[in-house]
């Protein structure tokens, strides 16, 4: 995974008014930790920001933050947004070395067709969108696919069923479902109400 470059400005006062100054300014306030390092206050061009996280890596974007004049490899993390406006109010940037596993929250994409789905018309239901691993901050993939084309009506495909790169270790429950095959909404809505017809008489009978 490339790394992206990113300045940050020490020496940033602390509170409200500060804050919301270098917000005016079109800065981000954050804050540097990790690996034993005094948290660092600094802040970053929001501009610049967007820009180095705009990239197919998302949030796992490995960050070389220049501070001061030293780099330190970071990630973005604990990114705080504003209410209303949706803008980013607040970043952490933690620490990372390049020998070490660290965990990241990775996409999930559904790819192939799901033949026998459609011929039924029925819906492929994704249920799980994105996974949980561990890996070096250079092996931290920026997504998984899991192929549904053998996906049927009833069926299920699990976090089992996703190739996982090398140097990929999982945390997410392998048996989890991530896409399932969902009949037709006409059916599922008359197999249920042939379901509670059923039910009626002996309820009426036990009564």
Do not use: W
Request: net charge negative; charged share 20%.
């Amino acid at each position: 995974m490339p790394e992206t470059t990113l300045t940050a400005t020490t020496g940033r006062e602390i509170g409200s008014s500060s804050t919301r100054r270098l917000r005016a300014e079109g800065r981000i306030p954050a804050v540097v930790y990790g690996h034993g390092t005094d948290p660092i206050p600094v802040a970053v061009v929001g501009r610049e920001f967007q820009i180095a996280m705009s990239g197919e890596a998302g949030l796992n974007t490995l960050l070389s933050l220049n501070v001061d004049g030293t780099e330190h490899l970071t990630l973005a993390r604990d990114i705080q947004h504003h209410p209303v406006r949706n803008t980013v109010s607040h970043i952490d940037f933690l620490i990372v070395r390049r020998d070490e596993l660290i965990s990241a929250e990775i996409t999930i994409n559904l790819v192939g067709e799901a033949v026998e789905v459609g011929h039924g018309d029925g819906i492929v239901d994704q249920q799980l969108f994105t996974l949980h691993i561990k890996a070096k901050p250079m092996d931290i993939p920026n997504s998984v696919d899991l192929d549904i084309s053998s996906l049927t009506i009833g069926g299920a495909l699990h976090v089992s069923d996703i190739a996982i790169p090398a140097g990929v270790e999982l945390e997410s429950d392998p048996e989890a479902t991530v896409a399932a095959g969902i009949p037709p909404r006409v059916q599922a809505a008359a197999e249920t109400g042939e379901a509670a017809e059923e039910a009626a008489p002996a309820a009426t009978d036990e009564a």
